[in-house]
C-alpha cells in the first residue's frame, strides 16, 4: 500500500492512540522520548490530544501499510483556541496531574508545569501568523516526501479558512526539522536559547488567469 494523507478519524479511538505514540516516539526533539517518561500519554495529553479533541478537521494523518505513520495537527487561531483548552482541556488534566515538587527537574515535571501554566499567549506575531501546528513522523515515514505532504495539506485547509498566516516552535536540537521549515518557506519570527517561532505569511491564492482566447 502506498502512503495516504488523509483527515483523521476521531471516531476510531485507535487512531488517538496512534497519535499519542507518534508523540511520545518523537518527542525529544525529533527523537524517541520513550524512556523519558514514565507515563506514556504524558507528551501527547499536551501536544496531541487537545487539537484530536477540540479541532478534528484539522488533523491529519500520514498511513502506510502497518498504519498510521504521522501527523499534522494544530488551529487556525491559537488565541482562541488556547481559550477552548482553558475552559475544556486543562483542568481535568490539571486535576489527574498534580503540580510537581519545586525541586523536580524532570522532563515529565516540566510538562505538568506546561499542563498548570496553560497556553502562552503574549507572542508578538500572533496576528499576522494566527495559526499553529505540529507535525512528527515516525522513523520509518520520514525523508520520503511525508512532511511535505501532509503540511501541504493542512496549509491548503488554513487558506480555505482565509487564515493569514502560520507559526511554530522549533528546537535548536532539532536542526533536521528547523531545515525541512525552512525548505517549506518558514522563515525565522523569533530566535531563543531554546530555540525559534518559525512562521509562514499564507497569501490568497491568485485568481485562475482568464483565458485570452475568451
Ligand atoms: C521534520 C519532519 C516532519 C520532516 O518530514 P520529512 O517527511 O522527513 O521531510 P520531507 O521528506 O517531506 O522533506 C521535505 C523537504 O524538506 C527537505 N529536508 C528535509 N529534511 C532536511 C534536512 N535535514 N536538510 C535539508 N533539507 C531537508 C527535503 O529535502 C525536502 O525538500 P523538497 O521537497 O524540496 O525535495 C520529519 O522528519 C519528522 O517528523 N521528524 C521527527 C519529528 C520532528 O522533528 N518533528 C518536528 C518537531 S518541531
Avoid at 476510531?12 to 523519558?36: K, M, P, V
Avoid at 482541556?89 to 525541586?103: G, H, I, K, M, V
Wanted: net charge negative; aromatic share 8%.
Amino acid at each position: 500500500m502506498s502512503t495516504v494523507i488523509r483527515p483523521y478519524r476521531p471516531e476510531n479511538s485507535e487512531e488517538l492512540d496512534a497519535l499519542y505514540a507518534i508523540c511520545l516516539r518523537t518527542g525529544d526533539h525529533g527523537a524517541d522520548a520513550s524512556a523519558r517518561y514514565a507515563d506514556p500519554r504524558l507528551l501527547g495529553e499536551v501536544y496531541a490530544g487537545p487539537y484530536a479533541a477540540l479541532e478534528p478537521e484539522l488533523v491529519f494523518v500520514a498511513e502506510d501499510g502497518e498504519g498510521v505513520c504521522g501527523y499534522v495537527l494544530g488551529t487556525g487561531d491559537s488565541e482562541a483556541f488556547a481559550a477552548r483548552c482553558e475552559r475544556l482541556w486543562w483542568p481535568p488534566l490539571r486535576r489527574r496531574y498534580p503540580l510537581p515538587d519545586p525541586e523536580d527537574d524532570s522532563d515529565s515535571a516540566h510538562v505538568v508545569r506546561r499542563i498548570h501554566a496553560g497556553a502562552p499567549l503574549e507572542l508578538p506575531f500572533l496576528g499576522s501568523h494566527p495559526a499553529h501546528l505540529h507535525i512528527d513522523l515516525l522513523p520509518r515515514g520520514q525523508g520520503h516526501g511525508l512532511g511535505r505532504r501532509l503540511m501541504e495539506r493542512f496549509v491548503a485547509a488554513l487558506r480555505e479558512r482565509g487564515v493569514p498566516g502560520l507559526h511554530l516552535g522549533v528546537s535548536a536540537l532539532n536542526p533536521r526539522a528547523i531545515a525541512f521549515y525552512r525548505r517549506f518557506g518558514f522563515e525565522t519570527l523569533q530566535a531563543h536559547p531554546w530555540g525559534e517561532w518559525m512562521g509562514l505569511r499564507l497569501t490568497p491564492p491568485q485568481p485562475a488567469a482568464v483565458s485570452s482566447a475568451g
